[in-house]
């Protein structure tokens, strides 16, 4: 009997498609009928320690020596605009880390155009993902604020926004159950709060439950610590 075949990467578990969905149910179907069970693989296989590492476009939060933080695809509102920033950048970042790690791409991939600039194409998709927040006060102090939004707080740039939720993009475009593509919107858009006050601290954002769905049964001791961390 051949050993069963390794477990596909995270991302791959959690995209979810239909098709997918279909297929498993009908492996399930076949393998209860033949009194197959199906292989169960436990967390450890999934669970990775990590390192930061790579600090270059780091800066004190309480000693800003440049405005040039931020690596463009998980750069938060605040930066792109010039405005005052601190912590909550990072935790703007994770969200975009943990889109990128479950779908495979990014969550902001901004382009340049002939008609705007790279920086107004980032800030129109952030504006169409978290559907309709109001600009902030602190956005609108930015250095560069006059160059996205007008007195009104409406976006200058590109007139036309496509509005697209995060819940109907992970549900629509990358096929994940309803289920699945609810809770992941309820944890990321907490962390995507266009107001840096507003966001979610790290510590908050440890305590959704979304990541604590693993059974801590099934965790050895040296598991348990990594979740812990």
Known sequence: QQPPPPPPPPQQQHQNNKQGQQQKGSATKSSSASSLSVPHY????????????????ACWFDKHFTNDIQTRPYRAPEVIVGADYGPAVDVWSVACVVFELLTGELMFNAQNSKYFRK??????????????????????????????????????????????????????????????????????????????????????????????????????????ELLDC
């Open 42 to 57: 436990p967390p450890s296989q999934f669970l990775l320690p990590v390192k930061i590492a790579d600090l270059g476009n």
């Open 119 to 224: 920086d107004d194409d980032h800030f129109a998709q952030i504006l169409e993902l978290v559907e309709k927040q109001r600009v902030p006060d602190s956005l609108m102090r930015g250095k560069h604020s006059s160059d996205f939004f007008n007195q009104k707080r409406e976006f200058r740039p590109i007139r036309n926004l496509k509005f697209w939720g995060l819940e109907s993009v992970l549900y629509e475009k990358y096929r994940m159950s309803r289920k699945d593509s609810k809770e992941l919107a309820s944890f990321l858009l907490p962390m995507l709060a266009l107001d840096p006050r507003a966001r979610v601290t790290a510590v908050e954002a440890l305590q959704h439950p979304w990541l604590h769905q693993i059974d801590d049964g099934e965790l050895n001791r040296e598991e348990k």
